[in-house]
């Protein structure tokens, strides 16, 4: 039987992640058309970006500069031109920093992976746990502290929380570095690099958790107190089991779903904190990057880091679909 049901779901498994690939591939594609079209129909591009800074404005100069990146060709010869390089893996070269756009994003890559993993799991284990402590003393003394933090972190501005973490935690108080990755004046190797390092993320990743830590508290709290009524969990009550057992075994494991639902649903804005959290501290990922690129007019490096966002965010989507039936294997994929 268990054979038979594994096999089961491995044909319904693939049949599902064929589906969403396909499905997947179709979705890539028309973000990357649109944010061409997009990007294309504001003013300005690379050529007015580089004749700016070399104080070069003559026509024959912009010119040159149109037709070395191949600014001069019709809309449509531009779009297949990048939708070719789209399915070869080619991102291009990038305009303002001469090197390919490839090398550029992966050596920016790793930063904002770490930031990001580490903001989100700041986000949901904080989230989880405020959560299921709010749900648990509904209406006391700790659910009204707990609401009452959420909304101040849901209400604050990114930038501004980032600010005053600066401002207390390495003006004020001296304790951890304003911005940055790793101290430059230091050249440290092994655990005292790696510790660096965690000093430096500190207030980026929790200046970036915050918010998503409010909605996953109050996300999850509303999800308990639904599953905490249920039969079975009143059926677990009338056996003698605590409190604890029930909400963190019985209750929590259906309750994520929603959880789930929503982390999948933020990646994309993860990624759009990651601009504004990186820019706050300096911090060299691939958010400062589209960030400065975007004042560069460097459309190709720009394009490139919206598809491989696009792309992470598909991926990670799927994987969520996935983990549906981990956490509750009753889920049918669909």
Known sequence: MDKKFLLLFSKRSASFLARRLAMAVLVIFGIAIFNFILLHMAPGDAADALAGEAGAGDPAYLAMLRARFGLDQPLHVQLWHFLLRLITFDLGYSSRYGQSV?????????????????????AVAGGIVLGVTAARHAG????????????????????????????????????LPAGGMYDMRVKSTGLAHALDVAQHLILPAATQACFFLAIYTRLLRASMLEVLGLDHIRFARAKG??????AFVHALRNALLPLVTMVGMNLGTFLGGAVLGETVFSWPGIGRLMFDAVFQRDLNLLLSILVLSSVFVV????????????????????
Do not use: C, H, Q
Request: net charge positive.
């Open 315 to 334: 991926i990670a989507n799927l994987v969520v679909d996935m983990l549906y039936v981990v956490i509750n294997p009753a889920v049918e994929l669909r």
């Open 241 to 246: 089991m605590g409190e604890r057992r029930i």
């Open 102 to 122: 490839a090398s550029l994003i992966l050596e920016r890559l790793p930063a904002t992976l770490l930031l990001m993993g580490t903001a989100m799991t700041i």
């Open 140 to 175: 006391k003394a700790a659910d009204r502290v707990i609401s009452f933090i959420v909304l101040l972190l849901y209400g604050t501005p990114m930038f501004w929380s980032g600010l005053m973490l600066i401002l207390l935690f390495s003006v004020r108080l001296d304790w």
